[in-house]
């Protein structure tokens, strides 16, 4: 008898379907193009919520939090609050980040919400070419993917208009289907438990209505607790026991037979100490900023993605201007207070496919 997934449920909080899980999405897609009833086998979450110790990300080593979430907190406007990450970026699939480089914050903390920036195949391309009908809600990078029943992760200004403008970006009909009978999904970047709660009970629905062979949700909200108040606080482990809840009954949705993974796109450290890079180049005069913390001007500024920010130099910047932003980051290394653990040159950077256009990382 035949026993194959129908439904991979993929949920995750934060990172990109792009790694990892093809080996898993073609066995049991393999099932899946024999078996045409509906027996849900397979549903693969993530979440924020993994808890690393990797070495190289320990908080002597690098200071800051670890998150690929930290990006949108140290947007220009920040200064005085970066936040670093602890892992490499694979320049590869083209998501490096949770914003684009956008040093003089143009692109209004526009994050990487497009599938037109994925320069490699998806778990749904592959689903899809298995023969899977594919769903998904609110997994980043999906505005315009090619999803059977799709409902992006996107928002802008967190108005009412938000959700006029997810309903665009969803596959017609659909939003407006799952919220007839659930809670309306919250404007803005709600990464609250609440906010899981509704994208829970939408996904539920959507899983119910259309019986995906593959789908993929996001849960935001361990992540956004975590960084506030650190892995295995009290109000992680509460809101950890809240999305296990959540994930019971996506589970129980999709039927027993159903495969679901829980992935995470980055780990956790206890970390009590953060770096301000923009600041100590703010000092050294390579970029200018206004008293709100808006950019007005650089010769050099960080793009950051987790613990590591990848530098880059103005191309309009005058000659010099790497040199001195490299004797200031050998400045900082020296000190032992500065949370800077290693300065990678731009060459290394590529080696090791990090953020592209480095001309050093650190
Ligand atoms: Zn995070």
Redesign the pocket.
């Known amino acids: 008898m035949e026993s194959f997934a129908d439904t991979v449920l993929y949920v995750k909080e934060?990172s990109h379907a792009v790694r990892g899980c093809r080996h898993r999405t073609r066995s049991a897609h393999a099932g899946l193009a024999r078996v045409r009833r509906w027996t849900p086998a397979g549903l693969l979450f993530a979440g924020?919520s993994a808890r690393s110790e990797d070495p190289a990300s320990s908080p002597d080593a690098r200071g800051g939090r670890t998150?690929?979430?930290?990006s949108r907190r140290t947007s220009n406007r920040d200064l005085s609050q970066p936040r670093y990450a602890g892992y490499r970026c694979l320049a590869r699939h083209g998501i490096c980040a949770n914003t684009t480089f956008d040093p003089e914050g143009r692109n209004y903390e526009g994050w990487y919400w497009y599938a037109a920036d994925l320069q490699v195949p998806t778990l749904w391309d592959e689903a899809r070419n298995a023969g899977l009908t594919t769903a998904n809600m609110q997994w980043p990078v999906t505005a315009g993917a090619a999803i059977d029943f799709n409902v992006p992760q996107y928002w802008r200004a967190g108005t009412a208009d938000d959700h006029k403008l997810l309903r665009l970006l969803s596959t017609p009909g659909l939003l407006e289907l799952l919220e007839r009978d659930t809670e309306a999904l919250t404007d803005g970047a709600d990464e609250s438990i609440d906010g899981d709660q509704r994208r829970a009970k939408a996904a539920v629905r959507l899983l119910e209505l259309k019986r995906p062979g593959f789908m993929t949700v996001y849960l935001a909200s361990l992540?956004n607790v975590e960084?506030e108040h650190g892995p295995f606080s009290p109000e992680a482990n509460a809101t950890l026991e809240q999305i296990d809840a959540l994930i019971g009954r996506l589970r129980a949705a999709a039927g027993g037979l159903a495969v679901v993974s829980v992935v995470s796109d980055?780990g956790f450290l206890k970390v009590d100490k953060e770096v301000h890079l923009l600041t100590a180049f703010r000092q050294h005069g390579l970029l200018d900023a206004d008293e709100t913390g808006h950019v007005k001007s650089w010769q050099a500024t960080a793009w950051f993605s987790g613990a590591t920010a990848a530098i880059r130099i103005n191309p309009q910047a005058p000659s010099g201007t790497k040199d001195r932003v490299g004797g200031l980051l050998e400045e900082l290394l020296k000190d032992a207070n500065s949370g800077l653990a290693r300065v990678l040159s731009g060459d290394e950077v590529k080696t090791i496919r990090g953020l592209p256009g480095s001309g050093f990382s650190g």
Do not use: E, K, V
């Open positions: 934060n924020r998150c690929h979430g930290c992540d960084h980055h």
